[in-house]
């Protein structure tokens, strides 16, 4: 998959995540009873595309890769049972700013986990997203008056992190098969959390049904497909800075569709998010293309010089 295709993907995801909590807002169950339907209805979705389409089975190849896989698909259901937990108790905003702590946790490791350099670009980049989000979040962060959620906003982030790091290990499952593994794992980790707290029987209106099924086909499945087919080919820096476009446009999308109203420091942050994860990206790709043509014309000078030098001793000897 090339690059382009990976960025259209992991941010057609992005947005998909950023309606969650809209969605989420018209079902009237337990936090823990979205996350346990949202995810049994990705799984079945994932597992009938895999079917359908008569894919091999990659999984059981690298047992190393296929425990990464299950360690991050077991992170994820925890996290977004964290999440929802927190989004009841403190709000879309607030638990949307601890849990993308997350990326901060990946970009700090990147250097020890992937060798991957932290350059001054990302660096600045990821300050300004980060400033950024504060701003978004500056109303919600006077109102917040409860450890509880606060603490599992922060889990959350903590889940995030092990997803992404594990995931970004299980190089050889990629694709949609990824993608059904990693949503299958947390389906089954939600529930048997599900199971032991209440039992499986959920009373669902039925009104309800329409943003379950929105919310569970397209945000969950689709949304996981596209997001986890995308992070295997994208640098994890990369991931973390982007990644804040999801709570950006929750954000927006709040604006747009439930009527909320945005202040000048909320809207001045969301420029930073914007502008930081640009400048990150833009200036990085810009930077490598300049050193690949200084590479390249570093080695044409030194082809030249070989063969001009081939060339002097062929003389040298023909003179001889």
């Known amino acids: 998959m090339n690059y382009k295709n990976s960025y259209f993907r992991y941010f057609a995801a992005l947005l998909m995540f950023g309606l969650n909590g809209i969605v989420a807002s018209y079902?009237?169950?337990?936090?823990?009873?979205?996350?346990?339907t949202r995810t049994l209805i990705g799984s079945l979705l994932l597992i009938a595309i895999y079917a359908l389409t008569r894919q091999t089975v990659h999984l059981l190849n690298n047992k190393k890769h296929t425990l990464c896989l299950i360690i991050s698909g077991i992170a994820m259901g925890t996290s977004w049972m964290f999440l929802y937990e927190a989004y009841q108790r403190i709000g879309v905003s607030i638990a949307s700013l601890a849990y993308y702590?997350?990326?901060?946790?990946?970009?700090?490791?990147?250097?020890?986990?992937?060798?991957?350099?932290l350059t001054w670009p990302k660096m600045a980049g990821f300050l300004a997203v980060l400033v950024g989000m504060f701003g978004v979040n500056s109303l919600a962060l006077r109102e917040?008056?409860?450890?509880?959620?606060?603490?599992?906003?922060?889990?959350?982030?903590?889940?995030?992190?092990?997803?992404?790091?594990?995931?970004?290990?299980?190089?050889?499952?990629?694709?949609?098969?990824?993608?059904?593994?990693?949503?299958?794992t947390s389906f089954l980790t939600v529930a048997v959390f599900v199971g032991v707290k209440q039992g499986f029987v959920i009373h669902i209106e039925s009104g309800d049904w329409i943003p379950i099924l929105i919310l569970g086909v397209f945000n969950t499945g689709i949304g996981c497909y596209f997001y986890f087919s995308s992070i295997g080919c994208l640098p994890i820096q990369t991931v973390a800075i982007c990644g804040y476009l999801e709570p950006l446009s929750a954000v927006i999308f709040s604006v747009l569709f439930l009527q909320e109203s945005m202040t000048i420091v909320q809207v001045m942050?969301?420029?930073?998010?914007?502008?930081?994860?640009?400048?990150?990206?833009?200036?990085?790709?810009?930077?490598?293309?300049?050193?690949?043509?200084?590479?390249?014309?570093?080695?044409?000078?030194?082809?030249?010089?070989?063969?001009?030098?081939?060339?002097?001793?062929?003389?040298?000897?023909?003179?001889?």
């Open 27 to 36: 079902i009237a169950l337990t936090s823990y009873e979205i996350v346990f």
């Open 101 to 117: 702590c997350g990326p901060v946790i990946v970009m700090i490791l990147s250097p020890i986990l992937f060798r991957e350099k």
């Open 144 to 184: 917040v008056n409860t450890t509880v959620g606060l603490f599992c906003g922060i889990m959350s982030a903590v889940m995030y992190a092990f997803m992404v790091i594990f995931n970004k290990k299980a190089k050889s499952i990629t694709g949609l098969e990824n993608s059904m593994w990693q949503l299958l």
């Open 269 to 320: 942050g969301a420029m930073l998010i914007l502008g930081g994860a640009a400048f990150g990206e833009l200036f990085r790709s810009q930077s490598t293309n300049f050193h690949s043509l200084l590479d390249s014309q570093l080695v044409s000078e030194k082809t030249a010089c070989m063969s001009m030098t081939g060339r002097f001793i062929v003389c040298v000897k023909s003179k001889k």
